[in-house]
């Protein structure tokens, strides 16, 4: 396994980030009313499904997210496109997605849309700006594509017996358990301190924010 060059694609950022997207998904889908903050299939699935059913104002809550995230995206570009800072611009993004997160805390249940709307934003952000662990494409705010690229290299090795693909594998199932963590997580979380839960991930965003002022090899791209 190649060594990660910048502290954001290294193995420790990927697991904080991993978690945080985890912790996201639970707390919107349980805290704030069965949406996601990160698998837009299912939202779109359930916008789709609610809109045939003649339920047009449950449909809108799963499609405005989906828009959100969308725009989180196309935040995270223009940030590294177009805004010079003192700051890299990936922890500007996460310095953004924290300051949301904590925001959305403070959002009572009454402003669920909003909740929900807001904390897609963030993940949109985050995906589009934390893409890669030690030189491998990794996505820390959903699961498919790390579990096709996690079996695709369990099969590499079968077949090639090298070692690499092997490590690389467990690479992809390390970001999917951390997911999971932050799910538990979250989980557990509603439970203890009901909506404000996601400052959590806040707290996890702004450690994130923290751990990247390391410099591993000089300036990141």
């Given at each position: 396994?190649?060594?990660?060059k910048?502290?954001?694609?290294?193995?420790?950022?990927?697991?904080?980030?991993a978690l945080?997207?985890g912790f996201m998904?639970?707390y919107?889908?349980?805290?704030?009313?069965?949406?996601?903050?990160?698998?837009?299939?299912?939202?779109m699935?359930l916008?789709?499904?609610?809109?045939?059913?003649g339920d047009?104002?449950?449909?809108l809550?799963?499609?405005?997210?989906?828009?959100?995230?969308a725009?989180?995206?196309m935040?995270?570009?223009l940030v590294?496109?177009?805004f010079?800072?003192?700051?890299?611009?990936?922890?500007?993004?996460?310095l953004?997605?924290?300051?949301?997160?904590?925001?959305?805390?403070?959002l009572?249940?009454s402003?669920?849309?909003?909740?929900?709307?807001?904390?897609?934003?963030?993940?949109?952000m985050?995906?589009e700006?934390?893409?890669?662990i030690?030189?491998?494409g990794?996505?820390?705010t959903?699961?498919?594509?790390?579990l096709?690229s996690?079996?695709?290299?369990?099969?590499?090795?079968i077949?090639?017996h090298?070692?690499?693909?092997?490590l690389n594998?467990l690479?992809?199932?390390?970001?999917?358990?951390m997911f999971?963590?932050?799910?538990?997580?979250g989980?557990?979380?509603i439970?203890w301190?009901?909506?404000h839960?996601?400052a959590?991930?806040s707290?996890?965003?702004a450690?994130?924010?923290?751990?990247m002022?390391?410099?591993?090899?000089?300036?990141?791209?």
């Amino acid at each position: 396994m190649e060594r990660a060059k910048q502290i954001s694609e290294s193995i420790e950022m990927g697991a904080i980030m991993a978690l945080a997207g985890g912790f996201m998904d639970a707390y919107s889908y349980i805290g704030r009313g069965g949406v996601f903050a990160n698998a837009q299939t299912g939202n779109m699935l359930l916008a789709a499904v609610n809109l045939s059913s003649g339920d047009p104002h449950s449909s809108l809550k799963h499609l405005l997210p989906v828009i959100a995230f969308a725009l989180g995206i196309m935040m995270a570009d223009l940030v590294h496109e177009r805004f010079a800072s003192v700051l890299h611009w990936r922890q500007e993004t996460v310095l953004v997605e924290a300051a949301i997160l904590f925001f959305v805390s403070r959002l009572p249940e009454s402003q669920n849309l909003l909740a929900n709307c807001l904390t897609s934003l963030a993940c949109g952000m985050q995906v589009e700006s934390f893409r890669k662990i030690h030189g491998h494409g990794i996505a820390t705010t959903m699961c498919i594509g790390n579990l096709r690229s996690a079996l695709q290299n369990v099969d590499d090795f079968i077949i090639t017996h090298n070692r690499g693909f092997l490590l690389n594998g467990l690479l992809y199932f390390g970001v999917i358990a951390m997911f999971m963590a932050g799910a538990v997580l979250g989980n557990a979380c509603i439970g203890w301190f009901g909506l404000h839960a996601i400052a959590v991930a806040s707290a996890l965003l702004a450690l994130a924010f923290t751990v990247m002022f390391v410099d591993l090899e000089g300036n990141e791209d």
